[in-house]
């Protein structure tokens, strides 16, 4: 519902007698819409008229893209294609970047995690290098 | 010679003059009105206001942390991720203060985390459902838990964002997901009759090849001329009129601005996600059926064990129930739970009730499993 003034008048709307009938009209048309639209016809009108919109529009597209297309390369400016192939290489190489950064956390996680093995362990029991190692 | 006559001629004439005084004010009320009407729907409103700072970037997608408000002893110790649809603008998480699902959740003791999956460019029509579940959101995931450093966390998927939760956390189980939340989640297509997008993508009228051949992604434009069609009456007129009915109270008008912002802020569906959720998803049901493969690898539902809340619109047009109901006799979660709200697809998040019903449910249901 509207507010009303401070003084409680309701403020001038030209369409207020007109409210009721157009709520009841709308609610009406509503339910009737919703029911067109969830119909086959209304599925295959649509379907259609997008099929006419997109094989008309076709060959023009097509034509406006060689033209462009050549427009560019006279003016030796990339294409469309050109740099979205660009942008597509800049995005592997993000990830590359991405996958760097996991590999450094994760180097910098195992340095920052304390050693589980006592000390005292470690010196009865030592590892040694295995260049350092004799052979027979 | 008396005056009597011209000064009653005068009185009089002064009274009509006066008698328009009222008019006058009601027309300038009027063209008050029609000032704020065409003002409201001709602008941006102030959206997405809750502090947040930049975490992470690939590509378009960016991730955010909303700035704790709550000191780090009293915060709860799991994260939250927040995954919204690709096909539109995941403010509407946040969409003014005091009406914010994040602000609500941040407020009581979440660490926040937002997805924002960006608006994809021409060189984006080959991203697949693959890309966004397995390459991006694992890597910010890794985020997460990086800023956070927590080891387990908590998704949320809304719309088409909890297709890819679901497919990630299918494909991904040991990576530490503590609680999966699907909100109004389309995963189940196998009663077409009760879908009217199915009906209308459906392989005798749609070429969805065409479409894609011609805009490469599908343009933003058409997607939602798409939701509207569902309900076109209530789209294009109707709320228009509770618009012009409401213009006078500075709050609905607020309330209305920022809604109508984030519906015509449209943006495109990368093409081969759309060919995907088509194909796959429309006229297949390859997610249900256990058919769906993802970078080669099968996802089977049953892999999920994480706690599952699976909050379901009522009165949803564009996910019916029926849609998100069968994911719970999949999954493998000893935790499972089904929250139903009467509501629509967006009106149960974003509409004037949410913070009454869903929320607090949500941020319940949340609590008592981020310890």
């Known amino acids: 519902m509207p507010e009303t003034k401070e003084n409680g008048a309701k403020p001038f709307d030209p369409f207020e007698p007109f409210r009721g009938m157009r709520d009841a009209y709308l609610d009406a048309m509503s339910k009737a819409m919703i029911d067109a639209v969830n119909t086959e016809g209304y599925a295959q009108t649509t379907g259609a008229m997008l099929d006419y ?44 970047l991405d996958d760097l950064d996991a590999k450094i956390d994760r180097i910098l996680k195992a340095m920052a995690t304390p050693r589980e093995t006592p000390i005292a362990e470690k010196r009865v029991n030592p590892v040694r290098p295995a260049a350092k190692s004799k052979k027979a | 010679m008396s005056g009597g006559p011209v000064r009653a001629t005068l009185a009089r004439m002064g009274e009509f003059m006066e008698s328009f005084v009222p008019l006058e004010e009601q027309s300038l009320a009027f063209q008050k009105r029609l000032r704020t009407f065409t003002k409201v729907i001709t602008t941006k409103a102030r959206i997405a206001q809750t502090p947040k700072e930049l975490v992470w970037a690939l590509n378009k997608a960016k991730l955010y942390r909303y700035v704790p408000v709550v000191p780090a002893r009293s915060r709860h110790r799991v994260p939250l991720l927040l995954v919204f649809a690709i ?39 080959n991203m697949k459902f693959d890309d966004y579940a397995m390459e991006y959101l694992p890597r910010a995931i890794r985020k997460v838990k990086a800023v956070s450093g927590s080891e387990v966390f908590s998704l949320l998927g809304w719309c088409i964002g909890a297709i890819l939760t679901t497919i990630y956390a299918a494909m991904r189980p040991d990576d530490g997901l503590r609680n999966l939340l699907l909100l109004t989640a389309p995963l189940d297509f196998s009663k077409r009759e009760n879908l009217t997008f199915a009906r209308w993508t ?24 798409g939701a509207k069609a569902l309900r076109p009456i209530d789209n294009y007129v109707t709320n228009y009129c509770k618009l012009w009915d409401n213009v006078d109270s500075p709050r609905a008008v607020e309330a209305w601005h920022a809604m109508n912002t984030w519906v015509t802020d449209n943006i495109p ?40 809340l699976d909050v379901i619109a009522e009165g949803d047009h564009i996910t019916p129930p029926c849609q998100s109901e069968a994911i719970l006799e999949k999954v493998s979660s000893a935790d499972k739970e089904i929250f139903r709200v009467p509501g629509g697809h967006i009106g149960i998040m974003a509409g004037s009730g949410a913070h009454k019903t869903t929320w607090p449910h949500i941020e319940k249901w949340l609590s008592a499993r981020s310890f």
């Open chain 2, 269 to 308: 569906m990368a093409g081969a996600a759309y060919r995907q959720l088509i194909l796959d998803f429309y006229r297949n049901n390859s997610l249900m059926a256990g058919t769906l493969h993802i970078q080669g690898q099968r996802v089977e539902l049953r892999n999920i064990e994480a706690n599952l």
């Open chain 2, 202 to 225: 459906d392989a005798k009228y749609f070429d969805v090849e065409k479409v894609l051949a011609a805009f490469g992604n599908m343009p933003g434009e058409m997607i939602d001329y």
């Open chain 1, 53 to 96: 919109f997109l094989t008309a529009s076709a060959p023009v597209r097509e034509s406006l893209e060689k033209a462009m297309t050549q427009a560019l390369v006279q003016l030796s400016l990339p294409s469309r294609q050109e740099v979205a192939a660009l942008a597509e290489r800049f995005t592997n190489v993000e990830m590359r």
């Open chain 2, 87 to 125: 096909m539109n603008r995941p403010y509407i998480l946040d969409l003014r203060p005091g009406h914010s699902f994040v602000e609500f959740m941040v407020g009581r003791g979440f660490d926040v985390y937002l997805l924002d999956w960006g608006s994809p460019g021409i060189e984006d029509k």
